[in-house]
């Protein structure tokens, strides 16, 4: 994938990570053996849809044809461009479930931070925050769904 030039093909890079990253958490899911890592993946799934769906809504506010053109700033690496592709094995335990969810931060990271120091527009600042917050919430609610008490 060509590095993105407008905040819209970063958006839709988001969108499709996410929506990637919930047909292979289903995928994985379907064939897991360990009851705890199947559950987290059904709820993984649940997430990544979530967030696909905030995606898309912020892409229909933003018009591809009106979309803010990004600042030159720092180039994103193979690992951001390709971030959808998910580490895990074919019937993963609940810990190397947990790693998979959480390993791809530093990719979702670098793209939102695109979009963070892409223009010195409000609007887009607070689109920038509003994505780490989800991928906040994201994690607390994994951390959350994973602790044992």
Do not use: W
């Not at 890079?13 to 993946?41: C, S, W």
């Not at 998910?86 to 019937?91: L, V, W």
């Not at 607070?126 to 951390?143: G, H, N, P």
């Amino acid at each position: 994938m060509n590095q993105p030039s407008t905040i819209y093909e970063v958006l839709a890079m988001l969108a499709d990570y996410h929506q990637g990253r919930a047909k292979q958490y289903g995928q994985i899911g379907a064939g897991v053996t360990d009851p705890q890592a199947e559950i987290l993946l059904e709820h993984l799934v649940e997430l990544e849809e979530h967030s696909f769906k905030v995606i898309q809504a912020e892409m229909n506010d933003l018009h591809s044809d009106h979309s803010t053109f990004l600042i030159p700033g720092p180039v994103l690496s193979d690992e951001a461009l390709h971030a959808v592709e998910c580490r895990c094995g074919a019937d993963p335990s609940l810990a190397e479930t947990i790693d998979c969810a959480f390993a791809s931060g530093d990719r979702l990271n670098e793209l939102i931070t695109r979009i963070e120091s892409s223009s010195a527009a409000p609007s887009v600042a607070a689109l920038a925050s509003r994505l780490r917050d989800l991928e906040l919430i994201k994690s607390q609610q994994i951390a959350k769904f994973t602790r044992e008490d």
